[in-house]
Each structure stands twice: as C-alpha cells, then as structure tokens.
C-alpha cells in the first residue's frame, strides 16, 4: 500500500508567493493540504530474509554501561530487523538477559571488584549505579545462537576465536572467554562467526573494530590494562572474517570506528575542576609539597646545562630544537602550582615525560593537566576522594597524582587515532570488496560533538546526559542515538541495494525513543 504524507499548509507560507491571483489563494484556503503520495516500500536488491547482526556493545544493545532487556529491544539491529521485516524479514532473536537491571551474576554473585554490575542511572547529580542485583547468570545453560549476535567487549579477532564461549575459560587467569558470547554460544568451541554464519544468513551487519582501540583508550592509555590491536592482527582478522562471508554469498553494511575523542567520556570531565582555599594553596605550592618538587626541576635544568653530555643525553636535540631549549621547555611544563579559587588542574603522571630519576629520585614523572588532555569518566568520582580516609593530605588528583589510567595524554591520544585511521582505511577497502553499504560513523559521531546532528525534529549532540545521543557511560548510544544510527544504516543500505527506506518514508521517528530507563524498570 501506498504511504501518503500530509504537508500542512500552515508549515509552508512561502507557498503563498506562488499564488498568481486571487483565485489561486481561494484554492489554496479551501484545499489546507497538500498531498505528497511517496513510493512503495521495497528491497531494491537486498534479501532480507535472514538478518544476522556481528558485533560488539553497539550491536548488542549495551547502554548505561550494561546489558538489559529494554535496550536489547532498543538495538540498532532489532530496529532494523523490524523494518526488514515489512520487506519479507523473518524473525530476529536476541539473547534477552533475565532483567531490567543489567550485570551479570557468576556462581549466583557479582564480581568484587564491581565489573559486570548492574545498569546505571542518573541520581540527579550524575551517574550512579541501580541499587539492584542482576538475575542473569553466566554460568547458566545456553541460550544458543541468536539473529543478533553482538558481543559487548569483543574486538576483531574474538570474533574468530574458539575459546571465546567457553565456560571453562571464564576461570583462567587471565579469563579468556566473555561471558556474554558464553551465554549464547553454540558449542564451547564455537566461534562468534561461525555461529552467525550457521544461521545461513542472507544479509548481515558488521559492526566491529571499536573494541581494538576503545579498551586501550578507557584504560587511559595504560598498556597493562589494554593495548591497541596490532594493525597486522586487525587486518587479517578482517580479512578472514569478510573472506568467509564472500563464500557464504551475503549482502550487508559495514560500520567503522569513531574517534574516541568525540565521545563524552573523554570530553565531559574538565582538567580543571579542583576548587582550593589560600591556606590549601599555599601549603600545596610550599617547600612542604610541590615546592620542592619545582625546585628540584630548576636545580636539574641547571645541572644539565652545565653539563652538555647528559644534557644531550636526557634531550637529544631535533631539527627545531636545541637540547637546552628542550628541556628549558619541559621543565617548565612539569611546574605544578594552586590558587586560591577554582580552576586547578589535578595533578597526573605522564609516562611521556622524560624520566629524570636517575638525576633526583624526587623527579617523578607528573605534571598539572591541561586542556590537551582527556579525563576518563570515572575520574569524575575518583578526584577529590582520599587515598587515606580521613586524611586531607592525600586528596587523589591533588596532593596524590592521577595514575595513568585516569588520563589519556595528547600522545595516547595521537596513538589512538592513528590506529584509528588505519583500521577504518581497512574497513572501508573490505564493504567495497565484499560490495557491502558502508556507514561512516566516525563522521557521524564527528557531527554529535561540533554542534549536533539534526534527525525529523530533534538535534542530538554528544554532552552526556542532556544531549540526548550518548547514554550515562559516555561510550554507548541512548534508545534515541541506536535509532539515529539505524536510519543512517538505512541511508546506506538504499544507496548501495536500491531500497528505498528513506524515499518511502519508512526511516525510523527517532523521537519514538527514550534518552533514559526509570530507576522502578527493574
């Protein structure tokens, strides 16, 4: 059946410069409607008869940093499974957790250390985490495979990995296996692809590679934390996983990877949120504090000058600098000072500073943020607490620096993009040799963070809580960003198949999409 839309009048008076006499008004008042008969609903080339989804969070429906039923059935993929279902789709299932609560319990309790807890929500002052307990199992028989096979936290080569789904594995240290693939998988030796590609599917959406850069960057650049995945590792990752389905014959869309420094994350904590009084300040900037630490850069910058070798030994010259101004500049960089007021930076350690503990044991490698660098979220509820209880002169972020995990330094940050840039070149190269839609995420994601994207009558932007794209963890989309994403797939999969979901008027009202779960949906 034919879709109609109905332009009011009202909504176009400029179509009253177009009326060439007093008759054409006339009409104008008596019909107040315009009729815009828009196009049936078809394929195009597509077959969307099996719809199987590969992936990682984005694809399974993470949001408010966990896994729960409501935002399963808020994923990008069963928003697009229900549109593909008008053009012949058949059904598309997914590996419901148990709640509403989100988190995974194992052998009947959560992890210690809070990892897999429950969902979060907003407790008027920011993020907090639901006072609940999860009811999902991990340990728990398996569901089976799923149309919907997007695992939080897997990186590219997980999806070809055969332990991944193993119980067993989930005990090792370090574990080797996700839990959320376990809970799901075929056979403990199964693979995440293998498990999509049994299902015979005739169109897929591949979403991957985010994970390769994204658990180095929420570490804060640590690299005993995560590392970024080699860029050979990627590559034949992707070629292997796109390889196979050639050989299936499938049609699909492929996604690349955001810049993580679009992301609220990285972009909500400012580097400067320490607020002090005259008495504080004076005693941080004494001899007593960083006084000494200040003074001990002036007595090595003086050391080093008059001693050229070690001098070009701690700072080789480059084509732009001298030794000498090299570390005349780095010294200065490393100064740490307070006032009395708000606006201090915290006080991080930088593993790029040169390392002058040889010279003075004291000169440990840490500096006052700036603007150039990225606070991870969770800084926002680390900064300001003590590392003795009960004791003001060990304030972290203050009297004690944030440890690197806290921070990604614009050197971590160029890292990441680089690696970046490299993965979605690779990307891009593997949807046009597979023939696939491809969806240029990291533009999109670029648009939420330089004024918002605009979708039918609402403007998205990336600021956490009240931008509407992101949900309280700052990585994952909210229900309302999912739908944004899935009408951009849908722009895409026309363009590349000739359906026509866009010209149909069949894209998805983003507004039909909530920004965020009520504490009593449990």
């Not at 005990?171 to 590609?197: E, K, W």
């Not at 440990?364 to 150039?372: I, K, P, Y």
């Amino acid at each position: 059946m034919k879709n109609i839309k109905y332009l009011l009048l009202s909504a176009v008076l400029i179509g009253f410069t177009a009326c060439n006499d007093e008759e054409d008004f006339e009409e104008l008042l008596d019909n107040p409607t315009n009729e815009v008969v828009l196009p049936e609903l078809t394929a195009g080339s597509a077959d969307f008869s099996t719809y199987v989804a590969i992936g990682n969070s984005l694809t399974a429906g993470f949001t408010d940093n966990a896994l729960f039923i409501a935002g399963q059935e808020n994923s990008m993929p069963n928003m697009l499974s229900q549109k593909f279902a008008l053009l012949g789709g058949g059904t598309f299932t997914q590996p419901l957790m148990e709640d509403n609560i989100g988190g995974l319990l194992f052998g009947g309790s959560q992890n210690e250390d809070g990892s897999f807890g429950p969902r979060l929500y907003f407790d008027g002052s920011g993020p907090a985490s639901l006072p609940a307990m999860s009811s999902t199992e991990a340990f728990a028989p398996s569901l089976g495979s799923q149309n919907n096979m997007g695992v939080p936290g897997a990186a590219s080569f997980h999806l070809l990995y055969d332990g991944y789904g193993n119980p067993a594995n989930l005990v090792t240290d370090p574990p080797t296996a996700n839990p959320y693939f376990v809970r799901m998988a075929s056979d403990p030796s199964a693979t995440i692809l293998g498990d999509a590609l049994a299902q015979q599917p005739t169109f897929v959406s591949l979403w991957i590679g985010n994970n390769d850069v994204l658990n180095y960057a929420t570490s804060g650049g640590d690299q005993n934390e995560a590392a970024i995945t080699p860029q050979l590792t990627f590559e034949g990752s992707i070629d292997a996983i796109i390889g196979a389905l050639q050989t299936a014959n499938v049609q699909g869309v492929m996604a690349n990877i955001p810049y993580v420094t679009t992301i609220p994350h990285f972009t909500t904590v400012p580097h400067n949120p320490v607020p002090l009084d005259a008495t504080t300040a004076g005693f941080l900037n004494s001899a007593s504090a960083y006084g000494a630490y200040n003074g001990g850069l002036d007595g090595t910058l003086a050391y080093l000058i008059a001693n050229p070798t070690q001098l070009a030994f701690f700072f080789p010259p480059t084509d732009e600098m001298t030794s000498e101004e090299l570390a005349t500049a780095e010294m200065a960089r490393r100064k740490i000072y307070f006032s009395e007021g708000s606006g201090n930076a915290v006080v991080i350690m930088d593993e790029d500073l040169t390392d002058l503990t040889a010279i003075n044991p004291a000169l440990v490698s840490m500096r006052q943020a700036t603007e150039d660098d990225l606070l991870v979220l969770p800084a926002s509820s680390f900064i300001g607490t003590e590392a003795v209880p009960g004791n003001p002169t060990t304030v972290n972020g203050v009297a004690i620096p944030l440890a690197d995990k806290w921070v990604l330094t614009p050197q971590e940050q160029d890292e990441i993009k680089t690696a970046t840039d490299n993965f979605n070149i690779k990307l891009e190269a593997a949807a046009t040799s597979a023939g696939f839609a491809f969806v240029d995420a990291n533009s999109l994601m670029s648009q939420l963070d330089n004024g918002g994207y605009s979708d039918g009558n609402f403007i998205l932007t990336s600021s956490l809580v009240t931008g509407g794209a992101f949900s309280l963890d700052g990585v994952h989309p909210t229900a309302r960003g999912y739908a944004l994403l899935a009408n951009e797939f849908m722009k895409k999969i026309d363009e590349t198949y000739d359906s026509n979901f866009e010209a149909s008027g069949n894209l998805l009202d983003i507004g039909n999409y909530p920004t965020n779960y009520p504490t009593t949906l449990q």
